[in-house]
């Protein structure tokens, strides 16, 4: 049984920063990408950062440069550096994989492609 367990969330101050972690069990990466979604209150779920397999990585444009993705190096964890957190990172953040990374960066039609797995989330939340 694949699973996916997410950590790491918490509440801090604009400008602070926070570790992801996602501890993935009954799965082996591989040639499998992986990525980390947010959803905030009221909107859509998006994509925010994923690494594929040859350890590539890519982020959306509001948490480029703040933001860093890897893989542990035991390869059954992934983590998301969050630095210089904005009111505007408010969200619950899931990881998730068997999915390409065109999924994640919301390159592919609506309604095509999806991730095979996904965690229950960390809530993460910024105030100004």
């Known amino acids: 049984v694949v699973h996916l367990a997410e950590s790491g969330g918490g509440a801090v101050d604009a400008g602070g920063s926070l570790r992801l972690a996602c501890l993935i069990s009954?799965?082996?990466?591989?040639?499998?990408?992986l990525g980390w979604f947010r959803q905030a209150p009221g909107k859509e779920r998006e994509g925010v950062a994923a690494?594929?397999?040859?350890?590539?990585?890519e982020y959306i444009d509001s948490v480029k440069d703040r933001f860093t993705i890897s893989k542990g190096i035991a390869d059954n964890i992934l983590y998301l550096q969050m630095n210089h957190l904005k009111p505007e990172d408010t969200a619950m953040y899931y990881c998730?994989?068997?999915?390409?990374?065109?999924?994640?960066?919301?390159?592919?039609?609506?309604?095509?492609?999806?991730?095979?797995?996904w965690g229950k989330g960390t809530q993460v939340t910024v105030s100004s």
């Open positions: 998730a994989t068997g999915g390409p990374c065109d999924y994640v960066m919301g390159r592919l039609p609506a309604g095509v492609g999806d991730m095979d797995f």
């Open positions: 009954g799965f082996t990466f591989g040639r499998s990408d």
């Open positions: 690494i594929e397999y040859d350890g590539r990585t």
